[in-house]
């Protein structure tokens, strides 16, 4: 009797420590969000939220001051939507060619490199976009490109959440069912057939999801960017300029010159609740997403 | 539909047979596209590693890892206070985050099944992984640095690495606890087994290397990070290890104690910032150090991934 | 025994050196020192700390100063923590203190010692290849670099100059070398044009404007100085018609203006009272001309007597800045610390 009293207890108090563990993270978004909006409430007291987000022109740090939001949305989008330009067809295609075509051995020899691809310091890979990229890949294709430019930094994100895409949408094409594969086979499809008709559509969402993922990867990238795609907050398309993401001038900020307290440091709050509220979204969209596609094959 | 039996409508015998040859020959094609991407994928990392190798391989010496760095003779400087710094970072990091991430895994994966607070954990913990680094470096400045007054120290720094790499430790390990065939936890429940016990004894033993895996891809990302550490004091010119000269201390339980506490406490300094603070000097021997600190901490990322790499093959011919 | 006689002797060097005004030569300090000195602030100064840092451990070892690059204002806030055990002993600074430091260090009971400890020139540099400006007056770069400027090209800078886009490089603002030369060149503090290739990497610039025919870009001087063979530097008139092109002699005695910029270290006062602080202080101040002026540091010393004088300030504990007063704008280092003896 007693040993069972004992058994149970000691179950609950298991269950509880876990519970705390899983708890711990739920206390870390609170904290961040306490930290972030306390510090923006100040700075909202002092720019109408109209302006912020609906202005065009950033100048938080140079005079005469502007504390319009968009050139800084715009540049992450720029650079996170041409890392997804380059992540995605790679990613897929490596992904499908893994999963379906190669050989065992060079599975067993791509799965271990592309996870130090994913591996690699951010800083690493910012000074390859200045070094590498920039003057050997970009400029000589189109002089005009500028030291600092959205493409370099597109390139090597993209190239950091390869691994990501590859490996999640590998796994997305090895939950659509075998019986389906064969079945296209036993009506005499080829490979290439079977691979983009049956088996992509299947997987279709969990490949969304794996996108929807790496853009939010891709909108959070720190270091990378701030080195390759510059500090020049500007509202353009044009990939060949330099830019700026809403995280490259966190880092330029709290790394920098502002006393702390006055409306200019303050700015780094209200751009990082910008900047987490967007990755909610995409995050909220991505889990609404592999919820549908959990229910296909349950 | 019409009534006729589907064998009696044959379609005639050319209909296939043309573009048969075309699509496998498009098949071929696609195969040889997929290919030349992967290849180019793995080709650039050679690319990254050719250029560093280029610039900063003389430079790599056994002066460079047990040297404090110098200023003023770039020839004499070294990495050792940058290193260990990273070790003592990788290994605070790995002691914090490693029992919270696994008891979160078993917790979601074992016990929650699938309630709204399982789902909203889950949610949150695959958002708190898409958070830009430096947000943690300045929850980690306001929660660790002031509010638990923890100091600009190695503590505060590996506690805020520890948050980082949490949400990377908890969907790792429960993708390899849902790995485990639940046939195993079926058995234990028949055999009256409680769920910890089940757990305990015949999942996590099963899971463990993929949770290993897991954990040391997590630990490397949190090597490379430059600025949350910089946010939360780590330095840049740091001549002295945490906690100073190993010889400092007696070797009793107090010293051992007093160690401890020393350099939990000190300053100190990481390799990806030292490697910064190295590039951004107008002197050239300055960018050839910085090479060379590249080439050291890729080959300790290298070493973590190839560990990774040995743990899943062996737990693979565990299996069959 | 003997370290009594040495304790004696060296404490007669020292006092015959107080009364020249300046700390002991090489820092003779008399019993082995230990504890920390923290020193954090901007990466411009960095540098002479750490090139101090490092000569002063040979002289005594068990003193470990380690520098941090926070920047010169992330500095002032560990300089200004709430808590006295976090905060930093020496703040190094690109500029001076700022009124919203002054009114929380006044707020935190902070008193601090601020110390000049050298010159940087910011220099002027075009591409190697541009063979037809050798020169710029402060009015052009004013024209050049203000704000919404219609400048794009060489040939509206100066009559004469041939038809060349006009490529601009400089830091990127929240940056001490932007604060100073927007102030110098300018007239007002971070009034800029925005549509320059900004970058927090000082080598970045070197390598853009190197890259790039018609570029243009300011930096410190210490970057042209490694790079000499891939940039041309341009001698600044400052308005009296004599271009001065910087080097170290020009901007140590200040014919080469307006950037010039002197370079600060903050002390919080009650640790200069730590005997291993205080002696680091000696040190730096009774070695400055040799740290400054090392090739791998590359900035210029601050003439012999004005050193004196700023020492004096240490030693009396003169606290504030002298910058808190609005008539010091535009008066010259020498101006306003020589004649500050209490």
Redesign the interface.
Known sequence: MLRGALRKAREAAIHGLLLICAAVSIVTTVAIIAVLLSESAGFFKQVSPLDFFLGTRWAPLLEPRSFGVLPLICGTFLVAGGALLVAVPAGLATAVFLSEYAPNWFRQVAKPVLEILAGIPTVVYGYFALVFVTPHVLKPLWPQTEIFNAASAAIVVGIMTLPTICSLCDDALRAVPRSLREAAYALSATKLEVSTRIVLPGALSGVVAAVLLALARAIGETMAVALAAGMTPKLTLNPLESIQTMTAYIVQVSMGDTPAGTLEYQTIFSVGSTLFAITLAVNLIAHRVLRRFREVYE | MSAAPLHSRTPPPDV?RPR?AL??R??AA??A???L??L???G??F??LA??LLAGWPWVSRKFIANMP???T?EQAGMKSAIYGTLWLAVLTGLFSV??????A???EE??GRSRLAR??Q?????????????????GL??F??WL?C??SVLSGALTMS?LV??VI?IASREALAAVPSSIRQAAFALGA???QTVRHHVLPAALPGMMTGII?AL??G?????PL??I????????VPG?PLSDYPLTSTGLRQWLSTALFD?FTVM?IQ???W??????EF?HLAAAG?IV??GV??G??AT??AIRAWQQRRRT | MRKDRLGRRVGLAAMLCGLCGLPAASGQAPEKLSGRVKVDGSSTVAPIMMAAAEMFRAEQPRVDVAVGIAGTGGGFKKFLEERRELRTDINDASRAIKAPEMARAAQLGVEFIELPIAYDGIAIAVNASNSFCDSLTVAELKRIWEPDSPINNWKDVRLGFPDLRLKLYGPAPDNGTFDYFTEAVVGKEDASRSDYTASVDSNVRVQGVAGDPGGLGYFGFSYYEANRDRLKLLAIDNGDGKPIKPSLPAIRDGTYRPLSRPLFIYVNKEAAQRPEVRAFLQFLFANAPRIVENPKVGYAALPADLYRAIWSRLEQGVAGSAFADPNAAGRTLPELFSGQKK
């Not at chain 2, 949610?123 to 929850?139: E, H």
């Not at chain 2, 090597?223 to 600025?227: D, F, K, S």
């Open positions: 296939f048969l699509r496998r498009l098949g696609f195969a596209f997929c290919l991407l992967t180019g994928a793995l650039v990392l690319v990254l250029q560093v110098s200023v003023l770039p029992p919270v991430g696994l008891g979160a078993i917790y979601l016990y929650a909203f954990i949610f949150n913990i695959a958002n708190l992984a898409g958070v830009p680094s430096i947000v943690y470096g300045m929850l306001a929660v640095v002031r007054r100091d600009r948050l949490l949400p908890i409680t769920r910890w891809l490397s990302r090597i490379g990070e430059t600025a910089i946010l004091g780590a330095l840049s010119y740091v001549p002295f100073g300053q990806p490697i910064y603070d590039v951004a000097r107008p002197q050239p960018h590249i901490l890729l990322l290298l973590m991934n990774a790499v």
